[in-house]
């Protein structure tokens, strides 16, 4: 474990009534400064780790630690912590500035360094101008800045924000991401988000602790996850990637060779499993690592085309390579247009200086 965490979480089960395991022996070392994102699909954990960092909710077992310190016990307003809601939870008979000075209220400060620190944390989210607006006559991205002001105004040490742009449209939702990351490096603040959309992790994290059912499955930075994800749950759920069965044919230094469906494949292994000779393994291969033409040159396969969806810049095929194998091939378009169509035979090839995981079956 690393040795400058901020949080861990320390062997962290949690088991609601009715044996419900919402987390199962969580490990996990947050650093302080970064920018960590905790993905997975619903119900696989991610609140529940933010409420027991929190303090709302205490472990069946396993300790959390603050600076090396044990916190377990200790009460939420105790924690150097705040939290971001999904809904925001800000006070509607409140405005603005009352909504942000909430939390410095409990707190012993003059009124005059009070309304300082209120008008430092709105102006980070860029709102100085609404100050005395009411909360009813903000936009759904303004009343999320709110809530980003009122949980940064305490200066916490950590701050969790659960699903804290899932209420906003596409669009708006790109730019708060692109504002929240700023805003995490100008404060230098520890922040630990929940989102169970990859797209939005990859984008916005320096870390990602990826989830299923309440186990970690991996935790590395967005590219690490991308190129070389360490079990079949995490490659399928990062992106698109084909999940091959293959038989090993022998190596070429570092390089091992497989072949699945007629098409030659070449993998790493990252966890120094050597198969035997006609063992089968799972090898992930992006659709963007393949290749498709319309000659039958040497080295490729054959694959008939199911069906072809347009993606913009390329298009996915869903083909079918020799014994059934289904493939997902992305493919460039041509300008002059498209060279396939359903029911054409592509000669499939991957390309050169791919990198695909071997991935445990
Ligand atoms: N208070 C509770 N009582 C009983 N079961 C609970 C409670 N809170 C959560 N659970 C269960 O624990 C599991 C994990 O829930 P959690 O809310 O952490 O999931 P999540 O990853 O945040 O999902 P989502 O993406 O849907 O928000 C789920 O099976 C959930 O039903
Ligand atoms: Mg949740």
């Known amino acids: 474990m690393a040795l400058d965490a901020l949080v861990r979480l320390d062997k962290v089960s949690k088991v609601f009534p009715g044996g419900i395991v919402a987390l199962d022996a969580v490990d996990l070392d947050i650093i302080s400064g970064e920018f960590i994102t905790l993905l997975g699909p619903s119900g696989c954990g991610k609140t529940t780790s933010l409420r027991v960092i929190a303090g709302f909710e205490s472990p069946s077992s396993g300790k959390v630690l603050l600076d090396g310190r044990d916190i377990t016990a200790l009460r939420p307003f105790d924690r150097p912590v705040n939290t971001v809601f999904q809904d925001y939870a800000l006070f ?20 005059s360094e009070q309304a300082k620190r209120v008008r430092e944390a709105l102006d980070m989210v860029g709102l100085a101008d609404k100050l005395g607006a009411r909360v009813s006559e903000l936009s759904g991205g303004q009343r999320q800045r709110v809530a980003l002001a009122r949980a940064i105004v305490c200066e916490p040490r950590v701050l969790l924000l659960d699903e804290p742009l899932s209420a906003l449209d596409a669009h708006l939702r790109e730019q708060m991401q692109v504002e929240l990351k700023r805003l995490q490096s100008r404060l230098g603040t520890t922040f630990v988000m929940v989102t169970h959309d990859q797209t939005e992790a990859l984008s916005i994290s320096d870390r990602i602790v990826v989830m299923n059912k309440g186990r970690v499955e991996q935790i590395a930075p967005p590219a ?47 966890t120094g499993d050597m198969p035997a000779e006609g ?13 498709a033409t319309t000659d039958a040159a040497a080295g490729t396969a054959p694959a008939r085309v ?56």
């Open 279 to 291: 063992a089968e393994r799972t090898i992930g291969v992006r659709p963007e690592d393949l290749l």
């Open 306 to 361: 199911n069906s072809i969806v347009f993606h913009g810049r390329t298009l996915r095929l869903h083909a079918e390579l020799g014994q059934g194998l289904p493939v997902v091939i992305d493919a460039p378009r041509q300008s002059e247009g498209f060279q396939f169509s359903v029911g054409d035979v592509a000669h499939i090839s991957l390309r050169r200086g791919a990198n695909c995981p071997m991935l445990p079956s």
């Open 92 to 111: 509607p008979h409140m405005n603005v500035a009352e909504n942000v000075g909430f939390g410095l209220s409990l707190r012993k400060l003059s009124g």
């Open 224 to 270: 690490t996850l991308y190129d070389r994800p360490a079990t079949t749950f995490v490659a399928s759920f990062i992106g698109t990637m084909n999940l091959l069965k293959s038989s090993f044919i022998g190596r070429d230094g570092d390089r091992l060779r497989f072949a699945a469906g007629g098409l030659s494949l070449e993998a790493t292994s990252e």
